[in-house]
């Protein structure tokens, strides 16, 4: 491709070589048809004039006038000819000028797409991390949601056992399994609702029962029927309570 592209500049050199050849012969060949026009008027005057007068003396034909008007005839093509060499220089660099501008343009398209294409990628990282994030909580709160039961079992069973159950070795374990599964579930970012003397908020907790009750005050949880739990800011179960009136 550069080898032609050299050729074709190479080519249009000779041919701009030609040209401006060819007007300087031109341009030659014109002045010097009119000098000798000018010069055969010139004889042809002098010798009307040697005519009518015999004793004037005869016309130098190379009087420095006719060598002034010849030396302004060829300044004049030269200046011709330097016109039109400018015109083809001129033309020249307006080719390059368009060629240039063609260039720029597609080079701030590339850009221009370039940053298009960077900015839709990083739309698209930002949302699969987002739906990655989601599906991840999904599956946690599914699985909390599966363990919860059990450790409602495990409260209940505590809860039930006499003062020898629990001073047992079974009683023991199974507070040392509940306190262990407990562990894990805020290791994880699983933590129990606070319901007990609080104020009743329905985002946390779940009234299903209510009670004139003077120890506590109006609207206030007054037993925590079973325990609500969160992953972190996410309500996975409501506490479900009696509220005093």
Known sequence: MKKKKKHDGAKKENGMADLRERLLKESVEATKKKAEAEAAKAEEKKAGKAAEEPEKKETDPDKPENVSEETENTEAESSETEAVEGEVVEEEKTEGSEKKDKKDEKIAELNDRLIRNLAEFDNFRKRSEKEKSQMFEIGAKSIIEKILPAIDSFELGIAGMSEEDRASGVGQG?????????????????????????????????AVMHEENEEFGENTVSQELQKGYMYNDTVIRHSMVKVAN
């Open 174 to 206: 199974m507070e040392k399994i509940y306190k262990q599964l407990m562990t894990i579930l805020e290791g994880v970012g699983v933590k129990q609702i606070e319901a007990l003397g609080k104020e009743f908020d329905p985002n946390f907790h779940n």
